[in-house]
C-alpha cells in the first residue's frame, strides 16, 4: 500500500511561483512505471497537468507547457512540480498519483494553489 503526500501549496501572486512536492508516507514510488499532476479547479473536472515516466519521458497540458516543469528526485523518491509565471486560471487542488506496470494507481489529497493578488 502507498500513501502519497504533497506540499507546497499555497497563496501567490500572478506571476510568482510556487514548487510542489510529492513523497510517500508508506510504501515507495522508486518502482512507479508512471508519476503525474493533476489539479481540479472549483466547479471543474480533475485535468491532467503533467506526467513523468520511469525513463524521464515528460508530458504536459498545452495550458502549462513552458511554464511547468515536472521532475523526480535523484533517489527517485520524490516527485516534485515547479510551476513558474502562475495565472489566476491555475487556481485549484493539484495532486499527486503514482502507477505502477500493472496500472495500479495511488493518488495523494492534494495541496491547495491559489493565485491571486
Known amino acids: 500500500q502507498v500513501q502519497l503526500v504533497e506540499s507546497g501549496g499555497g497563496l501567490v501572486q500572478p506571476g510568482g511561483s510556487l514548487r510542489l512536492s510529492c513523497a510517500p508516507i508508506?510504501?515507495?514510488?522508486?518502482?512507479?512505471?508512471?508519476m503525474g499532476w493533476y489539479r481540479q479547479a472549483p466547479g471543474k473536472e480533475r485535468e491532467l497537468v503533467a506526467t513523468?515516466?520511469?525513463?524521464?519521458?515528460?508530458n504536459y497540458a498545452d495550458s502549462v507547457k513552458g511554464r511547468f516543469t515536472i521532475a523526480r528526485g535523484s533517489a527517485k523518491d520524490t516527485m516534485y512540480l515547479q510551476m513558474d509565471s502562475l495565472e489566476p486560471e491555475d487556481t485549484a487542488v493539484y495532486y499527486c498519483?503514482?502507477?505502477?506496470?500493472?496500472?495500479?494507481?495511488?493518488w495523494g489529497k492534494g495541496t491547495l494553489v491559489t493565485v491571486s493578488s
Open positions: 513523468i515516466t520511469s525513463g524521464g519521458s515528460t
Open positions: 498519483s503514482a502507477t505502477d506496470r500493472t496500472e495500479r494507481s495511488w
Open positions: 508508506s510504501g515507495s514510488i522508486f518502482s512507479m512505471h508512471v
